[in-house]
């Protein structure tokens, strides 16, 4: 059998062994880790922090690139085209000092792929997992599936016997309030360890010296503190007095400042994110508006009318303070099925718009609530309050309900919003993974975050078969298909692609990661 070798990129990144330099680094950003369970919640932070402990079978790097992780080869099967094989990573120990195997794997991949598992979408095209001895897993799919190895980047391995010695073999239902013992523990093959665990104010780790990359990594961050510090003053102000030495949103409005600060240094990227509004246009009637018996974003006209009211450049320009892309479509230009010609902005025309809402017998409006995060992306409340005055133009009135994100996450998840802010970055670097979650129908394995109640079964059908299509010129125009579609039928309103501004203390030495996820390990110390 013939697999395909990955050599470990270490360039740039990896340019000093050993832990020259043992210290600890303090990190904060807005919000926290939602839970440890690794498969509970598909959420930036919560995937940030679990990077740190917990590890896949393959990873992207710093830069984007995908790199091994637990497994060290990986490909299609020759025998066989729907199997892929992955060989696992000899001698890896867990963080209580078991040993990482097949066994391992094949239960996380299992666990991940069931109902309360915020990846299933990943795993959909999976028809079985198996172990190929102690160090091999073949995950067999329903047909040959192109880009499984690309799914796999955030798919945390655990272990099965410290899984069931403490009853969390299930993952946690997260949505439905569920506490378990692996939403506040963990026991990673990761490069830090677990100490201190205190929800949404404070996690510490330490580095793990028995972990199978030292050598191969510069691990010079031996302690992490990590805090997260909604309050964007008080961030800053950590920042600035030295109690912490690592942000990674420093607001827009003091990028300035932080990057003339003594000692203090900011570094910008685009991220592979995009910020939208999603529209509930399935259901009859709806719950936050004042329109009695019918539903007005169900009419196309209204989500378009919509659409061209929101002023993009004018939330670039005040809001963001030039530090956002407007985008015209929710996928970034990091993805494979991205086009300038389908991301174009939306000229913003307030006439055009009022006479589609009195076209479709809206020429009075309507109000509706918008429920917004203030904790989760750059500006999210500011944004949606910008929203609400682009909105009133055409007659939609808008009352704004900002929260947490842990309190706004579940209202998309179990369709109680009828108009909501929402962003999505795409790890698999593919359009697959935006219609899996976002377009296709909700059910038991896809569009858990489809809140727009959006069913296309035709469409369905399209998304489905591109897990298995091996011709890449046929499944790229399949894929373009399947935008013309969301792009026609008005699904969401994209709003811009995030950029990132990372602020560090100047002997911090990283490059900024198109994910916006920090891997410690990565990182020197100057």
């Not at 360890?193 to 961050?221: C, H």
């Not at 409005?253 to 932080?258: H, I, K, S, T, Y």
Request: proline share 5%.
């Amino acid at each position: 059998m013939k697999l395909v070798q990955t050599l470990l990129a270490t360039t740039l990144l990896v340019g000093v062994t050993g832990t020259a330099h043992s210290e600890t680094l303090r990190w904060a950003r807005a919000g926290d880790a939602l839970t440890l369970d690794p498969h509970a919640q598909n959420e930036g932070p919560t995937s940030a922090l679990a990077h740190q402990m917990m590890e896949p079978l393959v990873m992207r790097d710093m830069t984007g690139k995908v790199v091994p992780a637990l497994a060290t080869e990986w490909g299609p099967s020759s025998s066989n085209p729907n199997d892929w094989v992955f060989k696992l990573r000899e001698g890896v120990k867990f963080h209580d000092g078991a040993e990482f195997d097949s066994e391992d794997a094949v239960f996380s991949l299992n666990r991940a792929m069931t109902k309360d598992s915020d990846y299933k979408e990943l795993l959909a095209s999976v028809k079985s997992v198996r172990a190929d001895g102690k160090y091999g897993v073949i995950i067999e799919t329903n047909g040959p599936n192109p880009t499984m190895a690309n799914n796999l980047t955030n798919l945390f391995m655990m272990d099965k016997q410290w899984s069931e010695k403490n009853n969390v073999t299930k993952v946690q239902d997260y949505e439905g309030g569920e506490e378990t013992y692996a939403a506040r523990n963990t026991n990673g093959t990761g490069p830090y360890k677990l100490v201190s665990r205190e929800p949404d104010a404070k996690t510490v780790m330490t580095i793990n010296n028995d972990y199978w990359g030292k050598g191969e990594f510069p691990m010079q961050v031996t302690e992490i503190i990590y805090t997260p510090i909604q309050n964007q003053a008080t961030r800053v102000a950590a920042l600035l007095s030295g109690e912490v030495d690592f942000i990674q949103d420093v607001p827009v409005q003091d990028l300035a400042r932080v990057a003339a600060a003594n000692g203090l240094q900011v570094k910008t990227a685009p991220q592979n994110r995009v910020i939208f509004f999603g529209m509930n246009q399935g259901d009859a009637d709806l719950k936050a508006d004042n329109v009695e018996g019918k539903n007005p974003l169900a009419d196309k006209r209204v989500r378009m009318a919509m659409n061209m009211a929101i002023n993009r450049d004018a939330i670039k320009k005040i809001v963001m303070r030039d530090q956002s892309i407007p985008a015209g479509m929710i996928s970034p230009p990091f993805v494979n099925g991205w086009t300038s010609a389908l991301d174009a902005v939306p000229t913003t025309d307030i006439a055009k718009a009022k006479g589609l809402m009195g076209e479709a017998g809206y020429g009075d409006g309507f109000s509706i609530r918008l429920d917004c995060p203030n904790d989760r992306y750059i500006n999210d409340e500011a944004i949606c309050q910008a929203a609400v005055g682009m909105l009133a133009q055409i007659g939609v009135k808008v009352q704004l309900d900002a929260k947490p994100k842990a309190q706004h996450f579940p209202l998309i998840n179990k369709l109680e919003t009828d108009f909501y802010m929402l962003g999505w970055g795409v790890p698999t670097y593919d359009s697959e993974y935006i219609f899996n979650f976002l377009v296709h129908t909700k059910g038991e394995k896809y569009g858990s975050w489809n809140g727009t109640r959006y069913s296309n079964p035709d469409l369905d059908k399209t998304i489905e078969a591109l897990a298995s299509e091996t011709d890449l010129a046929k499944r790229n125009g399949m894929i373009a298909n399947i935008w013309s579609a969301v792009q026609n039928d008005q699904l969401y309103i994209p709003i811009h692609h995030q950029v990132l501004n990372w602020g560090m203390a100047d002997k911090v030495d990283t490059v900024v990661a198109p994910d916006d996820t920090a891997k410690f390990k990565y990182f020197k110390l100057n």
